[in-house]
T-cell receptor, first 113, second 116 residues
Framework: DSGVTQTPKHLITATGQRVTLRCSPR?????VYWYQQSLDQGLQFLIQ???????AKGNILERFSAQQFPDLHSELNLSSLELGDSALYFC????????????FGPGTRLLVL | DQQVKQNSPSLSVQEGRISILNCDYT??????FLWYKKYPAEGPTFLIS?????DKNEDGRFTVFLNKSAKHLSLHIVPSQPGDSAVYFC???????????????FGTGTRLQVTL
């Protein structure tokens, strides 16, 4: 158990819909990262937050947005969903801003029908 | 542009033997490299890392080798155990040494199967 929790574990929705994925980092970690893993793909970095502020952005679509709340949990919002958004979404956390060792949650599997 | 490549999608090794997982990268600015292990239905778990100023790092049965001139990274597992069966991802970062690291770039993973 990494100490990072993600909800829900599974999500099935339809095209055009909007969903919110939630992540709680390990106790004491200030950074939260979101990754997307599509079929046969590596983990693609989406976005990083540190202590409530956006710190780095990767290949995140404009239809996606994220935020980190004062209690340090984070939410990833995916809107106008398309079939290609079906993937595993992982959240990770680390103590600081340096991305040396990240601890990953179990992921949310999103299926868009 | 795949900056971190794991060209072998799968590898099968007998228990007790050495497992060698390979990773190539193209970005010469990477200064920190990591290996993660992933079991089904779980998130990746950090395994071992190496800074670009080193060419080897060892932790128990796991050793990571870095060949900067070849832009090649490898993970050796000796001896391999059935519990090592998982998907292994290599990852790299720019700017860890300078304190400006912004993200990890992952390879596509290699599925290791350790057989009895």
């Amino acid at each position: 158990d990494s100490g990072v929790t993600q909800t829900p574990k599974h999500l099935i929705t339809a095209t055009g819909q909007r969903v919110t994925l939630r992540c709680s980092p390990r106790s004491g970690d200030l950074s939260v990262y979101w990754y997307q893993q599509s079929l046969d793909q590596g983990l693609q970095f989406l976005i990083q937050y540190y202590n409530g502020e956006e710190r780095a952005k990767g290949n995140i679509l404009e239809r996606f947005s994220a935020q980190q709340f004062p209690d340090l949990h984070s939410e990833l919002n995916l809107s106008s969903l398309e079939l290609g958004d079906s993937a595993l979404y992982f959240c990770a956390s680390s103590v600081g801003t340096l991305q040396e060792t990240q601890y990953f949650g179990p992921g949310t599997r999103l299926l868009v029908l | 542009d795949q900056q971190v490549k794991q060209n072998s999608p799968s590898l099968s090794v007998q228990e007790g033997r050495i497992s060698i997982l390979n990773c190539d990268y193209t970005n010469s600015m990477f200064d920190y490299f990591l290996w993660y292990k992933k079991y089904p239905a779980e998130g990746p778990t950090f395994l071992i890392s190496i800074s670009s100023i080193k060419d080897k790092n060892e932790d128990g049965r796991f050793t990571v080798f870095l060949n900067k001139s070849a832009k090649h990274l490898s993970l050796h597992i000796v001896p391999s155990q059935p519990g090592d069966s998982a998907v292994y991802f290599c990852a790299a970062s720019v700017g860890v040494r300078s304190g400006t690291a912004s993200k990890l770039t992952f390879g596509t993973g290699t599925r290791l199967q350790v057989t009895l």
